[in-house]
C-alpha cells in the first residue's frame, strides 16, 4: 500500500494554521499567544478548549483530548489518519507526494476500496431499480403503496437487490473487485480465505435498498426493506428491515442517517427533527422537512448526539410515537441528551397514529400542532412518573422529582440544572427553594466537583508517577530543551525507562534516534510520531508547562534521570526479591547476590549528571 510521504505530513504542518482547521468547528477567540473556544466533543459553557498555533497542537481541558491538525480533523469528521491528510491538503490546495510514485489500483487501501465498493453497488442498485424486469412490481410499491416520487428515488439513490445469490458478486468480478476487499465489505457472506467471486453470496436480495451516508455524503452501509421478492431461503427472510453489519466504515452507533442531508439545510437557529426509520427521514424530506435525521434502528448515542450538536442546533425535535413505547425510547433518549447539552423538544403523535401517514396525508403543516403541545425533556420526565386520571399524592410528587434530580446528574452545568429544578418544581407545584435543597443533598457523580459546572478532566495522557517514573517529565525536558537532548541520550540506559506508559515508548524511541545519530536534536521530531497515542502525548506536552528557566534546566534533567534511575533500581531489586522467593534451591543463592548488588546500588547510587 502506498503511504503519504513524510515530507507531505510535515509541508501540512508548516504551511496550514492550526487555527484555520478549527474555526469552522470552533468559534475561536484570541488568548494571549493562543486561541480559546468551546470545546468541540463535550457540553460546556466556559471555554476550556486552547488552540496553540505557534506549537501546532490543540488541547480540550475538559475532555483530556489533545492533537495537532490530524488527529482534529479525524475526531471531528470520523476518517483515517490517510483520509484526514487528503482532508486537509484538498481543502487548502496543498499537493501531495507518495512513496515510490502514488497509489495504483492495487495500492488502494482496504479502507478506500470499501468505500469504493459502496458506491459501485448503489449505482448498480440504483439501476436495477429503474430498469430491471425484476423490479417492476417494485417500482410500484415505491410509488403506490409507499407514495414516493422516482424523483426522490433518483435524488436518494434508493436501489434494488436482486434475488439472484451472485448477481452483485459477479458484476464486481467484471470491475475487478479484490476478493479480500469483498470480504471485509459487509455486502456478501463468504469463507474466510475465498477468492473466487462466484462463491460470495449476497447479503441483500430481492429487498428495496436505501443507502446510508456520512457526514461528507460517502455511502457506508445500507438498509435493507423486506419485499415480496425477498427469496424464502434468505436467512434473514423474516426481518423487515435489516442493516449493514459493522465493517471499517460503518459504526452504526457513530452515524445519523441523512445527517449530510439535514446539515446542509440547518439555518441559524434551526433545530433537527429525528425521527425514527430511514424512510421516515425520506417523506419528511419530501414534504420539505429537510433537516430530518434518523438513529440506525437502535438506541440513540452519545456519539450520534455529539454529532447533531457540532452543528449548533437550537434544539432537536423528536417525533415520537405516541404510545406507551413511544414515550418510554424519548425517556431513554433523555440522560445522553442532557450529557450532550442538546435541548429536546418531543413531538408525541396520537396513539396509533403513523408519522409516515400523517405527513403523507397533510404534508410539513401536520407537525404544528403536534409543536404547539411539544413537551420539553423535563416536562416529559415529570409527566411520565405522575398519574394521568387523578392529582398526585406527596410521595409520587417526591418520586418524581427523584426521577429528575437522577437526569440532572448527567447535566455538567449549575446553572442548567437549576433552570430545570425550577421548571420540574412549577409542573409539580412544590416550592422551588425546597427541591434545591433536596437535590443538593443528592450525593453528585465523582465525574463532577462541588462547586464547578465542568466534569472533572480525565486526560488522555495521564501524568501518573507510579505509571510514568520520571518519564514524562524527562520527555519534556528533552523537547522543551533540545540543546541538552544529545548529552541525554548519552547517559540514560534504555533499561531504566518504564516502556508501560506511552511517555516511556516515546522517550526510548527519541533518545534511541539521537544515540545512534539519526537526528541531530528534538527540534523537530515529526518523523518519529508513529501513532495518534503519540500525537495525544506531544499535545499534552506542549499544552503544559513546568516553569523550568533556562538557567535551571541542566539541574531540572540531572534529577529527572536519578530519579529514573532510583526507581529503575527499586523495581530491579522488587523483582530480584520476588525470584528468590520462587527460585530452586539451586538458583537461589545466584539470585541473592544479584539482589545484594542491587541493594547495595539503592543504597548508595552514582549521581548522574549530563
Known amino acids: 500500500m502506498a503511504r503519504i510521504a513524510q515530507k507531505s505530513v510535515e509541508t501540512i504542518k508548516h504551511q496550514v494554521n ?58 471531528v469528521e470520523n476518517l483515517e489518519f490517510p483520509e484526514a491528510i487528503e482532508f486537509i491538503a484538498k481543502k487548502f490546495n496543498i499537493t501531495l507526494e507518495y512513496e515510490a510514485g502514488g497509489p495504483s489500483r492495487e495500492q488502494v487501501s482496504l479502507r478506500k476500496q470499501i468505500f469504493e465498493i ?24 415505491w410509488q403506490e403503496q409507499r407514495g414516493f416520487t422516482m424523483e426522490t ?17 459477479l458484476y464486481f468480478k467484471e470491475r475487478g473487485i479484490p476478493a479480500e476487499a469483498m470480504r471485509q465489505c459487509g455486502l456478501f457472506f463468504a469463507r474466510d480465505n475465498e477468492n473466487y467471486h462466484e462463491n460470495f ?35 434473514a427472510r423474516e426481518a423487515k428491515y435489516i442493516n449493514s453489519p459493522e465493517t471499517q466504515i460503518f459504526h452504526k452507533g457513530r452515524i445519523l442517517f441523512g445527517m449530510d442531508h439535514a446539515r446542509t439545510h440547518l439555518k441559524e437557529g434551526g433545530s433537527f ?22 438513529p440506525q434502528g437502535t438506541a440513540i448515542t452519545d456519539d450520534q448526539l455529539h454529532l447533531m450538536r457540532r452543528y449548533q442546533p437550537s434544539s432537536v425535535e423528536c417525533l415520537l410515537d405516541g404510545d406507551k413505547a413511544g414515550r418510554k425510547a424519548a425517556l431513554r433518549t433523555l440522560p445522553l441528551a442532557f450529557k450532550a447539552g442538546l435541548e429536546f423538544r418531543f413531538l408525541l403523535l396520537p396513539e396509533k397514529s403513523d408519522p409516515d401517514d400523517l405527513l403523507r396525508e397533510h404534508g410539513a403543516a401536520a407537525l404544528e400542532p403536534l409543536r404547539v403541545n411539544a413537551r420539553s425533556a423535563i416536562e416529559l420526565a415529570v409527566s411520565e412518573s405522575l398519574p394521568e386520571d387523578r392529582a398526585p399524592t406527596t410521595h409520587e410528587k417526591t418520586t418524581a422529582l ?41 450525593p453528585k457523580p465523582q465525574t463532577y466537583r462541588q462547586g464547578q459546572d465542568q466534569p472533572k478532566p480525565t486526560p488522555k495522557v495521564a501524568r501518573d508517577t507510579l505509571l510514568t517514573q520520571g518519564t514524562w517529565e524527562l520527555l519534556w525536558l528533552v523537547l522543551h530543551f533540545p540543546a541538552h537532548s544529545a548529552a541525554i541520550s548519552e547517559i540514560i540506559d534504555y533499561d531504566w525507562i518504564n516502556k508501560a506508559s506511552p511517555a516511556g515508548r516515546l522517550l526510548q524511541r527519541v533518545l534511541a534516534e ?36 533556562t538557567d535551571l534546566a541542566e539541574t531540572e534533567i540531572n534529577k529527572q534521570i536519578n530519579y529514573i534511575y532510583i526507581n529503575y533500581l527499586k523495581n530491579q531489586l522488587k523483582a530480584l526479591t520476588q525470584q528468590v522467593a520462587n527460585a530452586s534451591p539451586d538458583k537461589q543463592t545466584s539470585i541473592m547476590r544479584k539482589a545484594k548488588e542491587a541493594r547495595n546500588a539503592l543504597a548508595n547510587p552514582h549521581q548522574l549528571e549530563i
Open 18 to 75: 492550526l487555527v484555520d482547521i478549527v474555526s469552522p468547528y470552533v468559534e475561536l477567540k484570541r488568548a494571549g499567544k493562543s486561541w480559546k473556544g468551546l470545546s468541540p466533543f463535550t457540553q460546556e459553557k466556559t471555554p476550556s478548549f486552547y488552540v496553540h498555533p505557534d506549537r501546532g497542537f490543540y488541547k480540550c481541558f475538559s475532555t483530556g483530548e489533545g492533537g495537532d491538525c490530524f488527529t482534529f480533523i479525524m475526531k
Open 118 to 141: 459502496h458506491e459501485l453497488a448503489t449505482t448498480w442498485f440504483h439501476k436495477q431499480f429503474l430498469e430491471s424486469e425484476e423490479a417492476a412490481p417494485v417500482r410500484s410499491y
Open 153 to 169: 428515488a433518483d435524488e436518494v439513490k434508493i436501489g434494488y437487490a436482486p434475488a439472484a445469490r451472485n448477481a452483485l458478486a
Open 201 to 235: 453470496k449476497s447479503r441483500f436480495r430481492g429487498r428495496l435498498m436505501v443507502p446510508i451516508r456520512d457526514v461528507q455524503g460517502r455511502v457506508v452501509a445500507f438498509t435493507a426493506r423486506q419485499l415480496a421478492q425477498t427469496p424464502e431461503d434468505d436467512p
Open 273 to 294: 427533527l429525528m425521527v425514527e426509520g430511514q424512510l421516515d427521514a425520506i417523506r419528511c424530506w419530501s414534504v420539505g422537512l429537510h433537516t430530518a435525521v434518523a
Open 402 to 442: 427523584r426521577n429528575v434530580f437522577d437526569l440532572l446528574q448527567h447535566v455538567p452545568s449549575e446553572v442548567a440544572r437549576e433552570d430545570y429544578i425550577q421548571a420540574a418544581s412549577k409542573m409539580l407545584n412544590v416550592d422551588t427553594h425546597a427541591a434545591l435543597i433536596d437535590f443538593k443533598k443528592v
Open 514 to 549: 539521537l544515540r545512534e545519530g539519526l537526528i541531530e536534536d528534538t527540534s523537530n521530531i515529526e518523523n518519529l510520531i508513529e501513532t495518534i497515542e503519540d500525537r495525544q502525548l506531544l499535545a499534552d506536552l506542549h499544552s503544559r508547562d513546568l516553569n523550568i528557566d
